[in-house]
């Protein structure tokens, strides 16, 4: 069948799917060459079809939806009625890589009934862009239908061949991996070490993507996820079938729902180049507009922080090193301090005054409140109360001393995953920060999940992350979650939420086997299609022995320092952090006049190259500026480019000053060996690049007068 | 064996348990008739016995925890040390039954290491009263064991023979049963329907209430419930061997626990006579006394309450007969009212002038805050805020109309058990307590948890009581907690945690079948023993048709009237509910003077006759006064009773005023038949008290001049 595939879905529709059956009915909707094909079998049950021009994206796939009450809608169904609508619009984000988006498809709403009693209905919602297609299931308000539990969704998606897949394991609770690159056929999380729960062999995570052999690039993910479960995917190593599988709660359920509800948007992001799928704004648009009228206290920035100098066993995040402590019953003062607690107000001020000369935003501390003696790996509830500072942290001096420097410090609240206690504590720890003027939180969410039995990725704690954005929201406050679920687009609706990490940053280099050089080169396929990450770029000191030899020992990070600094384009994110340690940067002040200058709002971008997995070169026009930056990144291997700089404004001149791999550079061999130089370029210039192994070039193009 | 007993335990200890064998060690404690001993089995197994006088009370009975790590104390051990001390002090509660309470026992605590590696420790402390025993696990502070998980606990309650036991069903999640009456051998649930969880057929709660055949009068409960899940026991019925089962949380664990830690004490309080029983203080004794340092805001009290109407279907807690709503997404202004809400700000003030009228401190009003319309059993987390009041009930009018009054408002927070959603509510909920002046709330935890997968009476649950417990008392609020685990005696430590619920009250009257006449002379022997009751007695208005023929239709509560005021004085409680409707009050303002008068604090009590599932009489002396209040119930049979007045101050005259039960009076058939009586007595006196069948009287003395 895979070999004689028809051209037209309703050919298709007599085929493996519907054996020998006529179908009932078949909808389409299209945006460009993206086509859609809703049908209902013979036997009543849903079914949907992707293409993109002549070539098949999605097979003929089913829909459904269990439920615990055995009455969802994964019977056969009846067709009430459907329409289709034309949407083309365009909105400003607050912030963003462009300054403006369009919002442009056409819409396929079909509502069915069950055939069967109580004849609950369904309404399904295709949305087709000219780069993809997002759905979902709503569920309207009707008497026959208000409580429900969903125990499965039944969303398949059948794809045509065995494409080549970036994956990451289904682990409930962590995304912290590298990725692994091979066809469906040979997906196989079994012997991939887990971070936190052993995945199924074949259950992967999403953003997944694929690239077919026929040039197709295709991701698969969701939009808006709020109250229900992050999407894991079941493959079907044989067929290349894909199917949904939830993230279960305590007690194997998926979520519980009240009508009207509706699910997060699956997505399918479609284009024969690769760059396509790393411009789509498919996932943005299918998330709601934010309801914050006034925004002018989110600020996009970037940071440093007494953070690098503990991975890199410089310093600690506890204060002292005795072990098992109870929160309540400690007195911190009488603990004998361990001699290299980070976040020491000696520390900290000299942080504060980094950023202060070199025009960074704000500084974050970890490391600064009470229970880092025994904080992890204990499934401890009573962990932290985060209002409560070590003792030689002073709150209020720091506090005026920031304000003095016109710097912001941000504040830090590692939950340990016990989220019950962070949640009866937010209230104070909002009304702490306000009252010490800090205005962004870092939020961390590192073990297993309190309440036990939940999953970082399942129905409750995706609610406990958004709760927490709209909180924030109402206190102006920005956020950053690290180990959350991955993000979804939400950044649209809660501006406030800067960034995630949710997934395998730099800091693995300083403690794992590290990230190896394609990483970063994936990621903007993956993990970024949902949303900004706090990656952490920026480590100048590469080989991590001259920080702690002992324990650092062979420690490095997997990249040349040039493309430490390419990564603050390659990788968006409105918040990003110059991760190194002052004394790192002072010994490269000129190369950190690029992080110093990088802005973290952009009018425009463009994505000049890319092939996940190998390269990626982007350029970005700064918010309201006429000046341009360059990220390029390759794998471990080297690489040339020519960039054409036709992107530039015509007729303005520039100085771009690029940023590059020094001669014999490598990632592992000669990773710090970098040159600066400085060319007068116009929009009728091309840009020779030589990308080191692991290398990258980074490049600031600002106006000159002629 | 059972037959052969042997008077000795250490004869004992070569019986059954360690048949052939003999014991490594016997140690021993005592006071007056009871006596303990403790001894390592040749195995290592260590194990107990209690004896009163000459009589078995517990046949030797192993001890021993299990641990998630395989490395807990059901293996064998051996003794480290050993002591024993004495103790005899006073100490005044913040308000109780009596003036002042003696803790007068013998302490033996036995240090234990494990034989095998790791070595850890394990003390156990037991504590002998004269009324019986108490002993706990105690984990120490020590390198081997810093977080562990306790998977069982193995705690053997051996009887020596088949006695007469009052019990419950063992479900997780509910206590609100009548009592079986059966012997140890013929427990069996498994025909009784279950309120929320099915039990195990032979698993029963505590506080069970046993009576053997040889005239021993044994209840086994625990004391200090804190951070560890509520005992229930198994029962084998062919030995009589009680064997305790912990409530699990959503994993089936036990309690995460962090060492220095202890488990809750087991206790088992003896006597020969059951009036004995209800005045033991041993759990009272075993609980810590109180932080607090400053209590005069704590004020046992009596209240009415928009409450019964809407048990009796005239009044209903919603606002509107929508269902289906959503707390952030609903305008409960545009609901259309249903003509019936019990708290509208008319009734309401209806109440405040009762109360204040006839000298009651508070009232109480439930359906005030939105979110009625559908809050039970859904399963439903964002239920309740706890702070927005619906359209009909004016805050800031009530607070300013009851504070003229001179009445306060008791709040209510029913969580409908999603107690992640009032956890993250908590502070904002106290804080608009605070801000409209109530000081106390009653809490409700009707339904299945959530978090999803716990129980009412897990370790985690039992957190959350004791912390709710700590955050009002920090506050200055006083908690009475419905459909909570039972108590163990914790209001000596928080002394504002004045009353739980947590069995079956009063209310099913009105919409089960019932509670039998009985069920009130049980409850001091069972429910009791752990803590005062919101059991909201007072109800006039005896057969509920009359309050709504169609929805009522024979229902009524199965006492007399002058049962209902005999409660009062029978189930001890510092707060005390006047429940029924005002209306009804005034039918009969000359039974209600009793209830006017009868105090909630009390110098002294004394248990004049008893015999649990049979009667009970009880007196009491009020709070710095010379008068004396007395209660007499029995359950469905008349009774006589010749009650000598010896308690009495012997040469002063009083008025007792005599509330019985009208001649023909009964539970069903004439239950509103009361009369009352006036009698001058003196301590020489004695007082004939007639009971109806499933009556009772009620009888206040007051000093007369000569």
Do not use: C
């Given at each position: 069948?895979?070999?004689?595939?028809?051209?037209?879905?309703?050919?298709?529709?007599?085929?493996?799917?519907?054996?020998?059956?006529?179908?009932?009915?078949?909808?389409?909707?299209?945006?460009?060459?993206v086509?859609?094909?809703?049908?209902?079998?013979?036997?009543?049950?849903?079914?949907?079809?992707?293409?993109?021009?002549p070539?098949?994206?999605?097979?003929?796939?089913?829909?459904?939806?269990?439920?615990?009450?055995?009455?969802?809608?994964?019977?056969?169904?009846?067709?009430?009625?459907?329409?289709?609508?034309?949407?083309?619009?365009?909105?400003?984000?607050?912030?963003g890589?462009?300054?403006?988006?369009?919002n442009?498809?056409?819409?396929?709403?079909?509502?069915?009934?069950?055939?069967?009693?109580?004849?609950?209905?369904?309404?399904?919602?295709?949305?087709?862009f000219?780069?993809?297609?997002?759905?979902?299931?709503?569920?309207?308000?009707?008497?026959?239908?208000?409580?429900?539990?969903?125990?499965?969704?039944?969303?398949?998606?059948?794809?045509?061949?065995?494409?080549?897949?970036?994956?990451?394991?289904?682990?409930?609770?962590?995304?912290?991996?590298?990725?692994?690159?091979?066809?469906?056929?040979?997906?196989?999380?079994?012997?991939?070490?887990?971070?936190?729960?052993k995945?199924?062999?074949?259950?992967?995570?999403?953003?997944?993507?694929?690239?077919?052999?026929?040039?197709?690039?295709?991701?698969?993910?969701?939009?808006?996820?709020?109250?229900?479960?992050?999407?894991?995917?079941?493959?079907d190593?044989?067929?290349?079938?894909?199917?949904?599988?939830?993230?279960?709660?305590?007690?194997?359920?998926?979520?519980?729902?009240?009508?009207?509800?509706?699910?997060p948007?699956?997505?399918?992001?479609?284009?024969?180049?690769?760059?396509?799928?790393?411009?789509?704004k498919?996932?943005?648009?299918?998330?709601?507009?934010?309801?914050?009228?006034?925004?002018?206290?989110?600020?996009?920035?970037?940071?440093v922080?007494?953070?690098?100098?503990?991975?890199?066993?410089?310093?600690?995040?506890?204060?002292?090193?005795?072990?098992?402590?109870?929160?309540?019953?400690?007195?911190?003062?009488?603990?004998?301090?361990?001699?290299?607690?980070?976040?020491?107000?000696?520390?900290?001020?000299?942080?504060?005054?980094?950023?202060?000369?070199?025009?960074?935003?704000?500084?974050?501390?970890?490391?600064?409140n009470?229970?880092?003696?025994d904080w992890?790996?204990?499934?401890?509830?009573?962990?932290?109360?985060?209002?409560?500072?070590?003792?030689?942290?002073?709150?209020?001096?720091?506090?005026?001393?920031?304000?003095?420097?016109?710097?912001?410090?941000?504040?830090?609240?590692?939950?340990?995953?016990?989220?019950?206690?962070?949640?009866r504590?937010?209230?104070?720890?909002?009304?702490?920060?306000?009252?010490?003027?800090?205005?962004?939180?870092?939020?961390?969410?590192?073990?297993?999940?309190?309440?036990?039995?939940e999953?970082?990725?399942?129905?409750?704690?995706?609610?406990?992350?958004?709760?927490?954005?709209?909180?924030?929201?109402?206190?102006?406050?920005?956020?950053?979650?690290?180990?959350?679920?991955?993000?979804t687009?939400?950044?649209?609706?809660?501006p406030?939420?800067?960034?995630?990490?949710?997934?395998?940053?730099?800091?693995?280099?300083?403690?794992?086997?590290?990230?190896?050089?394609?990483?970063?080169?994936?990621?903007?396929?993956?993990?970024?299609?949902?949303?900004?990450?706090?990656?952490?770029?920026?480590?100048?000191?590469?080989?991590?022995?001259?920080?702690?030899?002992?324990?650092?020992?062979g420690?490095?990070?997997?990249?040349?320092l040039?493309?430490?600094?390419?990564?603050?384009?390659?990788?968006?994110?409105?918040?990003?952090?110059a991760?190194d340690?002052?004394?790192?940067?002072?010994?490269?002040?000129?190369?950190?006049?690029?992080i110093?200058?990088?802005?973290?709002?952009?009018?425009?971008t463009?994505?000049?190259?890319?092939?996940?997995?190998?390269?990626?070169?982007?350029?970005?026009?700064?918010?309201?500026?006429e000046?341009?930056?360059?990220?390029?990144?390759?794998?471990?291997?080297?690489?040339?480019?020519?960039?054409?700089?036709?992107?530039?404004?015509?007729?303005?001149?520039?100085?771009?000053?690029?940023?590059?791999?020094?001669?014999?550079?490598?990632?592992?061999?000669?990773?710090?060996?970098?040159?600066?130089?400085?060319?007068?370029?116009?929009?009728?210039?091309?840009?020779?690049?030589?990308?080191?192994?692991?290398?990258?070039?980074?490049?600031?193009f600002?106006?000159v007068?002629?």
């Amino acid at each position: 069948m895979r070999n004689s595939l028809p051209l037209l879905f309703l050919l298709l529709l007599t085929t493996r799917q519907w054996a020998g059956a006529q179908t009932q009915s078949a909808l389409t909707a299209r945006q460009d060459k993206v086509s859609l094909t809703f049908a209902l079998a013979p036997d009543g049950r849903p079914s949907y079809a992707v293409s993109y021009g002549p070539k098949p994206v999605v097979l003929p796939s089913r829909l459904g939806l269990a439920f615990a009450d055995g009455q969802g809608f994964d019977g056969p169904l009846t067709l009430v009625g459907s329409d289709v609508k034309d949407v083309d619009e365009t909105w400003q984000p607050v912030w963003g890589e462009v300054k403006s988006i369009r919002n442009h498809y056409q819409q396929l709403t079909v509502r069915l009934r069950q055939s069967a009693p109580p004849g609950r209905l369904l309404t399904l919602v295709f949305r087709v862009f000219a780069d993809g297609v997002g759905f979902r299931y709503e569920l309207p308000a009707q008497p026959a239908l208000q409580y429900f539990t969903v125990q499965d969704e039944k969303t398949e998606f059948n794809l045509p061949a065995n494409h080549k897949a970036f994956w990451i394991p289904g682990d409930y609770d962590s995304n912290e991996y590298t990725y692994s690159t091979t066809r469906l056929s040979e997906v196989n999380s079994a012997g991939i070490e887990a971070i936190q729960l052993k995945s199924a062999p074949q259950r992967v995570q999403t953003p997944l993507m694929l690239k077919s052999d026929d040039g197709l690039y295709v991701n698969i993910h969701e939009a808006a996820l709020v109250n229900y479960p992050a999407m894991m995917l079941d493959v079907d190593t044989n067929t290349f079938g894909l199917r949904s599988h939830l993230v279960p709660d305590a007690l194997g359920a998926k979520a519980y729902l009240q009508a009207p509800e509706h699910t997060p948007w699956r997505t399918i992001v479609v284009a024969d180049n690769a760059p396509a799928v790393l411009a789509s704004k498919l996932i943005l648009n299918l998330n709601e507009p934010t309801k914050l009228t006034e925004t002018s206290w989110i600020r996009p920035q970037k940071f440093v922080g007494v953070w690098w100098e503990m991975h890199v066993n410089k310093a600690s995040w506890n204060y002292s090193d005795v072990s098992n402590l109870k929160l309540a019953d400690t007195d911190w003062s009488k603990l004998t301090p361990n001699g290299h607690h980070g976040a020491n107000t000696q520390n900290v001020k000299r942080y504060i005054d980094f950023a202060a000369k070199y025009g960074l935003q704000s500084v974050l501390v970890e490391g600064w409140n009470v229970g880092w003696e025994d904080w992890a790996n204990n499934w401890k509830e009573e962990v932290f109360d985060f209002v409560t500072p070590y003792p030689d942290f002073a709150v209020a001096e720091l506090q005026q001393y920031a304000q003095s420097k016109g710097v912001k410090l941000m504040m830090h609240h590692e939950t340990s995953s016990s989220v019950t206690n962070y949640e009866r504590r937010q209230d104070a720890a909002y009304r702490f920060m306000q009252g010490h003027n800090y205005d962004a939180v870092k939020t961390g969410y590192v073990g297993r999940i309190i309440p036990r039995g939940e999953h970082h990725d399942g129905q409750w704690m995706v609610n406990h992350y958004v709760r927490t954005a709209q909180k924030t929201a109402d206190n102006h406050i920005m956020v950053d979650m690290h180990e959350s679920v991955r993000p979804t687009g939400l950044h649209r609706t809660y501006p406030n939420w800067l960034a995630n990490e949710a997934a395998r940053g730099n800091e693995f280099n300083a403690w794992s086997s590290g990230n190896p050089p394609e990483h970063e080169t994936i990621l903007p396929f993956t993990r970024l299609m949902g949303g900004p990450m706090d990656y952490t770029p920026g480590i100048f000191q590469i080989k991590l022995d001259d920080w702690n030899p002992e324990r650092n020992k062979g420690k490095q990070v997997h990249t040349t320092l040039a493309k430490q600094l390419a990564l603050y384009v390659t990788m968006y994110s409105p918040l990003q952090m110059a991760a190194d340690l002052p004394e790192a940067y002072e010994q490269h002040l000129d190369a950190f006049r690029f992080i110093q200058d990088v802005p973290v709002d952009w009018d425009d971008t463009r994505i000049l190259l890319a092939e996940p997995g190998d390269y990626l070169t982007t350029v970005r026009k700064a918010k309201g500026k006429e000046e341009w930056y360059l990220g390029a990144i390759t794998d471990e291997n080297a690489r040339r480019q020519s960039v054409k700089l036709d992107f530039l404004t015509p007729g303005q001149r520039y100085e771009a000053t690029i940023y590059a791999d020094g001669k014999n550079a490598s990632w592992n061999n000669n990773p710090m060996a970098y040159q600066i130089r400085r060319v007068k370029v116009d929009s009728r210039s091309t840009l020779p690049l030589a990308l080191a192994p692991g290398g990258g070039a980074a490049v600031s193009f600002k106006p000159v007068s002629k």
